[in-house]
């Protein structure tokens, strides 16, 4: 049972992943539109974020780490993470009001289609120097920066969907928009920023690697 625990919790947040798309697709912002989905969307992604860090936690202290739990844990975290982005930037977050009213920024979320282009593009990095990497028979293992990455995505995210919920375009809760827009900023320099230690750490190994022949 120790053996296949940790892999059956990455195999459950997928499912939560799944479970919390579906949720969250019924919510589409507007006036008394209901918040139950996105209440119900939070507890699902606060729930699939705790199996991330226990099937780690259980791998290591069990010594049970596979191939299995290497290759899909983060594959695992990418589809719910950039998934939820992706939601938040889609057309169920536009504010009709602030369309109309030619405002630059348009979506309740505070997250627009270029900040996943931009998070995306840092992942399929990361993701080519490590299938680099292993194919030369070098190291690749996750950094301090990558895991700091996760967590701050993964704080954020729920953060988001609660402040949507309590709604920040109200004239009460004007000040929410000002939090909303400094945690998903951060988000977004935090990701691209933890990216940089792999590619710093793929050159100095590719380059001691060619001094060694």
């Given at each position: 049972?120790?053996?296949?625990?940790?892999?059956?919790?990455t195999?459950?947040?997928?499912?939560?992943?799944?479970?919390?798309?579906?949720?969250?697709?019924?919510?589409?912002?507007?006036?008394?539109?209901?918040?139950?989905?996105?209440?119900?969307?939070?507890?699902?992604?606060?729930?699939?974020?705790?199996?991330?860090?226990?099937?780690?936690?259980l791998?290591?202290?069990?010594?049970?780490e596979?191939?299995?739990?290497?290759?899909?844990?983060?594959?695992?975290?990418?589809?719910?993470?950039?998934?939820?982005?992706?939601?938040?930037?889609?057309?169920?977050?536009?504010?009709?009001?602030?369309?109309?009213?030619?405002e630059?920024?348009?979506?309740?979320?505070?997250?627009?289609p270029?900040?996943?282009?931009?998070?995306l593009?840092?992942?399929?990095?990361?993701?080519g120097?490590?299938?680099?990497?292993?194919s030369?028979?070098?190291?690749?293992?996750?950094?301090?920066?990558?895991?700091l990455?996760?967590?701050?995505?993964?704080?954020?995210?729920?953060?988001?969907?609660a402040?949507?919920?309590?709604?920040?375009?109200?004239?009460?809760?004007?000040?929410?928009?000002?939090?909303?827009?400094?945690?998903?900023?951060?988000?977004?320099?935090v990701?691209?920023?933890?990216?940089?230690p792999?590619?710093?750490?793929?050159?100095?190994?590719?380059?001691?690697?060619?001094?060694?022949?």
């Amino acid at each position: 049972m120790r053996q296949h625990l940790p892999n059956l919790l990455t195999v459950l947040r997928l499912i939560l992943a799944a479970v919390f798309f579906v949720v969250l697709n019924q919510y589409r912002y507007g006036h008394n539109a209901a918040t139950w989905p996105l209440w119900y969307s939070t507890a699902l992604f606060i729930l699939a974020s705790i199996t991330d860090w226990l099937d780690g936690h259980l791998a290591r202290k069990w010594r049970v780490e596979t191939t299995f739990g290497r290759i899909m844990d983060p594959f695992c975290d990418k589809v719910l993470v950039i998934g939820a982005l992706i939601y938040l930037a889609g057309a169920r977050f536009v504010d009709p009001k602030m369309v109309q009213q030619g405002e630059f920024h348009t979506m309740v979320s505070g997250i627009y289609p270029w900040m996943i282009a931009v998070v995306l593009a840092r992942e399929l990095l990361v993701t080519g120097i490590r299938g680099e990497m292993e194919s030369r028979g070098m190291q690749f293992g996750a950094k301090l920066s990558g895991k700091l990455k996760t967590i701050v995505q993964l704080a954020a995210i729920p953060i988001i969907l609660a402040i949507v919920a309590l709604d920040p375009h109200t004239p009460d809760h004007r000040w929410m928009t000002i939090v909303r827009t400094v945690l998903v900023y951060a988000t977004v320099v935090v990701t691209v920023a933890s990216g940089t230690p792999y590619i710093i750490s793929v050159a100095i190994s590719m380059r001691n690697q060619n001094d060694n022949r």
